[in-house]
């Protein structure tokens, strides 16, 4: 093949290469937002869920045996946790939303600077230089755009994982995975409530309270 | 995500909108390129 003579296609293939480059960023950029999404809500449904059991354990270590009221507490815990997954989810949604505008911003722009590449070409081998100083200065300007828009989608990454590791937290927002923090009832007390019925005291300390947290949180 | 993959093309669609002029360029010359590129090769046949 002869180089010169396809002088046309090797800028084309550059130009396409540029192009592809660009779409695969873009790509991984929102799948990276959706990763950190989904990890962050993952972690945090997995450590409501570990303190859910915990409490159980702590109430009626043998709660399981009672298969008529553990079925009952399994299926509103399901449910609990479902709506305490779809508030996270909603509170993510405007994070992922502006992420994927930053995203589409910065492929427009990457693909118009792709296109410096095609008229620097075509003004060196037409001879017309007049517009080359202009375009330099426009690519300039959006080379530090693109800047601020990567530095943009890491702050909103970041801000979306805290408020979703901070949501429906109680005190200072830390998620509950400490088991220490777990009220550790006194062994008379657990006496008294395996007597009682189990079932309504896991409905009242744990269930009522977990579905409060649900129904107070207002994604705002 | 499709929906994502449609904007995404929509961007790059829009950010080729400044620079067409050249793409349509290099386009028209490849075209050119090839033509002479076949002809030469059915001349040697």
């Known amino acids: 093949m002869d180089t010169h003579e396809n002088r046309a296609e090797e800028v084309l293939n550059i130009y396409n290469e540029s192009e592809n ?71 993510s949604k405007p994070f992922d939303d502006q992420i994927e505008k930053l995203i589409l911003e910065k492929a427009e722009i990457e693909t118009s600077i792709a296109g410096d590449f095609l008229a620097e070409n075509y003004l060196k081998e037409n001879h017309e230089n007049s517009e080359e100083e202009n375009k330099k200065k426009v690519s300039k300007e959006s080379k530090e755009r693109i800047k601020e828009i990567d530095k943009k989608i890491k702050d909103l990454n970041d801000q979306k994982d805290e408020a979703i590791r901070k949501a429906m937290e109680e005190g200072n927002g830390a998620i509950q995975v400490n088991v220490k923090k777990i009220k550790v009832f006194k062994k008379i007390k657990r006496f008294f409530m395996v007597k009682l019925n189990s079932y309504k005291v896991i409905v009242k300390d744990v269930i009522n309270p977990f579905n409060e947290r649900i129904d107070k949180f207002n994604v705002s | 995500m499709s929906d994502f993959f449609d904007e995404l093309n929509k961007s790059i669609e829009k950010g080729k909108e400044s620079h067409l002029k050249y793409i349509n360029y290099y386009k028209e010359q490849e075209k050119n390129e090839n033509k002479i590129e076949n002809n030469n090769e059915s001349s040697n046949v």
Do not use: C
């Open chain 1, 21 to 91: 480059k660009i779409k695969s960023d873009a790509i991984i950029s929102r799948a990276l937002a959706d990763k950190i999404t989904t990890e962050a809500i993952d972690e945090k449904v997995d450590a409501q869920l570990n303190s859910i059991k915990v409490q159980i354990h702590e109430i009626n270590p043998n709660f399981k045996d009672d298969k008529k009221y553990y079925e009952i507490a399994k299926q509103t815990i399901q449910d609990s946790m479902k709506r305490y997954e779809d508030n996270l989810l909603t509170l």
